[in-house]
């Protein structure tokens, strides 16, 4: 695997972390076929905090398509627990969903419970899209959010903050890693 580039933003109590996983867009037309397969095969939602689209269950990183995106991000999730220095060896367990962001899609601000990273990664994003934005956690700042960079097919972003996707006007496919 290539060295990774990753970029920090200190926003919130916690750092945003952005890493450039364009080695990756040799796998974007594999991973959009599979994903449209997927949703043929289950075309009822998973369910959570996206409305008008469609998620897969949280099974992604189970499929061996998506072997390389699971190595590029236990890779990028390990150097941020890493920079987060917490104490003792750095083991954690990943989970990912497909999400299929449809026109005038969007996802409620949400928190994952139980993890201490959550990401997004996003296979394909049309010019007219809404940015993905990032919302203070905390209480007293409950209105706040801040816009990523447009992340366009091949950046991982990932942080403990809590994270939504603003109203789409076109199709977007993303991939929603976590960690615990």
Same mark, same amino acid.
């Given at each position: ?68 995106? =699971? ?9 941020? *627990? /890493?920079?987060? %220095?917490?104490? !003792?060896?750095?083991? $954690? #367990? ?17 928190? =994952? ?9 996003? *296979? /394909?994003?049309? %010019?007219?899209? !809404?940015?993905?934005? $990032? #919302? ?45």
């Amino acid at each position: 695997m290539p060295d990774i580039t990753v970029a920090r933003q200190a926003i919130f109590p916690t750092t945003l972390w952005s890493f450039d996983l364009t080695f990756l867009q040799q796998h974007f037309p594999l991973w959009l076929n599979a994903a449209g397969q997927w949703r043929a095969a289950q075309p009822q939602a998973a369910g959570g905090s996206m409305r008008q689209g469609w998620n897969s269950a949280a099974t992604l990183f189970e499929q061996p398509v998506f072997a390389p995106l =699971h190595e590029a991000a236990q890779a990028c999730f390990g150097q941020a *627990l /890493q920079e987060m %220095q917490l104490p !003792g060896a750095v083991r $954690f #367990r990943m989970e990912a969903w497909l999400e299929v962001h449809e026109r005038g899609c969007f996802n409620m601000p949400h928190m =994952h419970a139980n993890r201490l990273l959550s990401g997004c990664f996003y *296979l /394909q994003v049309p %010019q007219q899209a !809404g940015p993905l934005l $990032f #919302r203070d956690p905390r209480p007293a700042v409950a209105l706040g959010q801040v816009a990523g960079r447009g992340a366009n097919g091949g950046g991982l972003t990932g942080c403990a903050a809590c994270c939504t996707r603003s109203t789409s006007s076109a199709r977007k496919t993303a991939v929603a890693p976590t960690s615990a």
